[in-house]
């Protein structure tokens, strides 16, 4: 059969071979680009965005623009766009996914469409996946857009509000997703539009876009602060659920799926007890009601308390502190907590003081961040075996940029030991046969403490060398918690001889160049000459590049001589993409390499997969201790298993996804709609609408339109009317009126109600009302919102039962979760306009600020289950820039007092006190 791509080409070289022959106009605008002074190139953004003004599109200046950035490129910072850099920066502006090799530019490549599309003045963001590269990438490549006449912004932690709204407003802005997706939620925290530091979201670029849209994805960025005490609510249900389990039949135990759910019977009992205890909702149709969802859970949480978690064996009590133990060492561990009610459930059962748990204020998935932009794209040396995901989730094509020159790196086949101890020799051979020819090598391995135990295995080694006995092989083990650090150490992997231990992820960003990195170099001789108080001059930095600059010239001859990196796999990960990233690392910009993996049947991926077929190969075949089995089919087979196991992961993030974009659609109504309430300044009309609503609500529900007189609820509506509305009306006479219909009953309530809200606005004066009218209602747009995000939590938990009854769990959470929404709106109303009507303002003087450190930043990372933002935390400080005051604070907060002459002072002048604040910050606080 013939294969038509070797005549025709894949679709991936038709599309290069397009884009090939717009670059051959931008090619031929350079002679005049170059003949640009400064000044007259620099003077070209300005033109380009009066042309933008008149009506003309990106698209249409593309070619010059990117004939300008390369001309800017050469004179700021000595190097000149290459071809198929070119390519790759019009796949970025278009919206595509840009896979280049490592060591072909990518940094450089970024600053064609961050120019363009920065002239439009809407903003560019550039993510990158650690704060080190993001400082370092906006200094850099900063040089060519200031050059240009584009101010440029980093976002790292620890800014304050200020420094972070000006590097939002900056043309270019750098970051990480981190960063950008939490200042996103704590823009929807704030209560003051002036408050909030992005300014939207029009088109991002991100670095290492596998690393941060697929595998970062997996966890959700939460913003969380502590709840209210219910200890006495804990305590109950574990009383109840205690008398239940006393009964076998009321519940079913599952040893080896670890699960205990109530039976039936149960069920009924529990329901039956808890609705005449009055727990229940009222106007719930039983215990399994949306509205009980936080009972049930809890139900459930008691239940896994009592049967599951055994005393002395699961966890200890110590000091009156419940205290978990690890199953798998049995030492106690300090500080963990079960999540999700789980951990106070225990504490209730054996009657210790019950800690408050965490809530969620707000939070966010970064697929559903990243989707808000207008335009999306990325770069990486790795996205085609992602290439589906990225196109069903995010609609982003990939283009595989071909390299500037021929790879010339060497892809050996896998060696497979039988036993780790085998595989472990083998490695500690081949780094020492490199050390000793000075070849250097880059170690990969799925873990730290892989890595770590290889060390070990480096340090006790002894062997021969010169005609002595040398113990050891002198080596750098990565520490990924330290990013600067970290890429110093990969930039100093390709000098002769280094040794360098990894994860197969550390260090991407940097490249690994034969001889040592100079900009590398340079930074770090700046930093030291700075520690030791001296402020080097231009002549000093010239002559320190020349000398360093011989220096890796001479080193870079040697790495060649000895065949260029060699880049040694200690086992396969789960995903190729992984392991291609690991490759990646040798061999650039056509530069010699070789790689290689070696592997063993105790290797997780072979044990799990193959682990006692491939075994049983080995001793069929009489392979020996310390041998080793080579040949294509293997690597094929491994291949197999790992496309299996990337299609599995693909599916459980996708229906993540798929709950996740259930909450996100409420998500962006509800942070949308929070926005317009912010922007107005004044919102009588939708307070009267609420009003109008909620009293419309409350006569419908308790006088029904179509019931008979003697079946309304008269007493209900009267008991209502007094507490959300705060008036005492004759409603029973109204009711016991001859043919008076409902209609006329809610007209009667609404007048009385409409002419006690103008009696309370002449009492406190129009301006002061909407002010308080304005506060109240983000307040309580933010209670209800974090009520039900914990209710949605709760739902999650427990939606996958309803497959046992043959229903799917996602349409099954897709429709309570639209009626936990609608209950969410219907409460809104309600509690809006019980506040307006019923509360008693006060003014009082202004207390201290809310301390920033009682809420939380999480983003746990997949690999290693711990919190990315803890040691962000300690090294910024508590707040870690948190500068907005949550619901629950500002609600225990009164009305500032008003000194005599303060009144007419304006929300963002200074304030008549002297203090130096805003008024709104400080006489004027709302609450």
């Known amino acids: 059969m013939v294969d038509l791509t070797k005549i025709f080409g894949s679709s991936n070289d038709r599309k290069v071979k397009q884009l090939m022959g717009r670059v051959a106009k931008i090619n031929a605008l350079e002679p005049q680009m170059a003949a640009l002074s400064d000044d007259q190139l620099r003077a070209k953004t300005d033109e380009f965005r009066a042309r933008l003004a008149k009506g003309e599109t990106l698209d249409a200046i593309l070619n010059e623009a990117f004939a300008v950035v390369r001309e800017a490129a050469k004179r700021v910072l000595g190097q000149r766009h290459f071809d198929v850099q070119m390519v790759g920066g019009i796949v970025l502006h278009r919206g595509g996914i840009a896979e280049m090799r490592t060591g072909e530019g990518k940094t450089l490549v970024a600053t064609l469409p961050c120019y363009l599309n920065a002239l439009e003045g809407k903003g560019v963001h550039l993510i990158t996946v650690n704060d080190f590269l993001a400082r370092l990438h906006a200094d850099w490549m900063g040089r060519v857009y200031r050059f240009l006449g584009l101010s440029v912004g980093v976002i790292v932690n620890g800014l304050s509000q200020g420094e972070r709204q000006k590097a939002y407003n900056s043309d270019i802005t750098y970051g990480t997703n981190n960063e950008f997706g939490f200042d996103y939620l704590r823009d929807n925290l704030v209560y003051d539009a002036g408050e909030m530091v992005q300014r939207g979201h029009n088109f991002a670029i991100v670095d290492e876009v596998d690393s941060i849209l697929i595998d970062e994805a997996r966890t959700p960025l939460i913003i969380s602060g502590p709840t209210e005490d219910r200890s006495d609510f804990y305590r109950i249900i574990d009383g109840l659920v205690k008398e239940l389990v006393k009964d076998p039949s009321t519940f079913e135990h599952d040893e080896k799926q670890r699960q205990a759910l109530l039976t039936e019977h149960g069920s009924e009992m529990i329901e039956e007890i808890l609705q005449e205890a009055g727990h229940l909702a009222e106007d719930s149709a039983g215990l399994y009601d949306p509205a009980n969802i936080s009972v049930v859970h809890h139900v459930n949480q008691a239940l896994r308390a009592n049967v599951l978690y055994q005393r002395d064996k699961d966890y200890i009590v110590r000091s009156g502190e419940v205290m978990l133990i690890d199953e798998f060492t049995g030492r106690m561990m300090h500080g963990r907590r079960l999540s999700e009610g789980l951990h106070q459930a225990i504490e209730a059962k054996e009657g210790v003081d019950i800690q408050p748990e965490n809530q969620t204020l707000a939070s966010v998935t970064i697929q559903n961040y990243f989707r808000l932009y207008a335009k999306l794209s990325g770069m990486t040396g790795t996205a085609a075996t992602e290439a589906q995901e990225f196109m069903d989730i995010y609609k982003m094509d990939i283009v595989e940029i071909p390299t500037n020159r021929p790879v010339q790196r060497i892809d050996e086949d896998d060696e497979v030991y039988r036993t780790e101890a085998e595989k472990n020799a083998a490695i500690v051979a081949q780094i020492e046969d490199c050390y000793r020819r000075g070849q250097p090598i880059l170690v990969g391995t799925v873990s730290i403490e892989k890595s770590e135990h290889l060390a070990e295995l480096l340090k006790a080694h002894t062997f021969e060398m010169d005609g002595k006995t040398v113990k050891g092989v002198p080596h750098n083990v990565l520490n990924a918690r330290y990013h600067e650090q970290e890429a110093y150490i990969v930039a100093d992997a390709g000098v002769p001889g280094a040794v360098t231990i990894a994860t197969n992820m550390a260090g991407r960003g940097t490249d690994i160049q034969l001889g040592g990195n100079i900009d590398m170099r340079l930074a770090r001789w700046r930093q030291e000459q700075e520690g030791l108080g001296i402020e080097p001059t231009r002549e000093d930095e010239e002559l320190q590049t020349e000398e360093f600059a011989a220096e890796i010239e001479s080193r870079k001859a040697k790495a060649l001589a000895a065949g260029g990196l060699y880049v040694l796999g200690t086992e396969r990960h789960e995903s190729r993409r992984i392991d291609n990233q690991l490759r990646g690392r040798t061999g650039r910009q056509g530069d010699p390499g070789k790689s290689k993996f070696f592997l063993s049947c105790e290797d997780d991926l072979l044990r799990i997969f193959a682990g006692d077929r491939l075994d049983a190969i080995m001793r069929t075949f009489g392979v020996q201790e310390g041998e080793a089995i080579t040949h294509k089919w293997l690597n094929s087979a491994i291949a197999t298993a790992q496309k299996r196991v990337e299609q599995r992961n693909y599916e459980i993030r996708k229906n993540l996804l798929k709950y996740d974009d259930v909450a996100n659609d409420q998500r962006k109504a509800v942070f949308e709609q929070r926005k317009e309430f912010m922007d107005s300044e004044d919102l009588s009309e939708i307070i009267v609408e609420m009003r109008q609503d909620t009293v419309a609500d409350l006569v419908q529900r308790h006088l029904p339109p179509k019931a008979y007189a003697d079946q309304w609820d008269v007493e209900g509506l009267d008991e209502r009317v007094q507490s959300i509305l705060g008036l005492t009306l004759p409603i029973r006479e109204w009711a016991a009126e001859e043919g008076i219909a409902n209609e006329e009953i809610e007209e009667r309530i609404l007048k009385a109600a409409n002419a006690r809200a103008e009696e309370?606005?002449?009492?406190?004066?129009?301006?002061?009302?909407?002010?308080?009218?304005?506060?109240?209602?983000?307040?309580?747009?933010?209670?209800?919102?974090?009520?039900?995000?914990?209710?949605?939590?709760?739902?999650?938990?427990?939606?996958?039962?309803?497959?046992?009854?043959?229903?799917?769990?996602?349409?099954?959470?897709?429709?309570?979760?639209?009626?936990?929404f609608e209950k969410l709106i219907g409460d809104l109303r309600q509690n809006v306009t019980r506040w307006i009507m019923t509360v008693e303002i006060q003014f009082t003087e202004p207390p201290a600020e809310p301390d920033p450190g009682q809420f939380t930043e999480i983003h746990v990372d997949p690999t290693t289950g711990e919190n990315e933002r803890a040691l962000a935390l300690e090294l910024g400080g508590l707040g870690a820039g948190l500068n907005f005051q949550d619901a629950a604070a500002r609600e225990r907060l009164p009305l500032s007092a008003l000194p005599e002459g303060f009144e007419r002072t304006g929300r963002n002048a200074p304030c008549p006190c002297g203090s130096g604040k805003k008024f709104k910050h400080c006489h004027g606080v709302l609450v």
Do not use: C
């Not at 209800?784 to 229903?807: A, F, K, P, S």
């Open 760 to 820: 309370r606005e002449q009492m406190l004066g129009a301006e002061r009302l909407r002010q308080v009218e304005k506060n109240f209602l983000l307040q309580m747009v933010d209670l209800q919102w974090r009520e039900h995000l914990m209710h949605l939590d709760h739902l999650r938990n427990v939606i996958g039962l309803r497959g046992y009854g043959q229903r799917d769990p996602l349409n099954e959470y897709k429709t309570e979760a639209f009626s936990l």
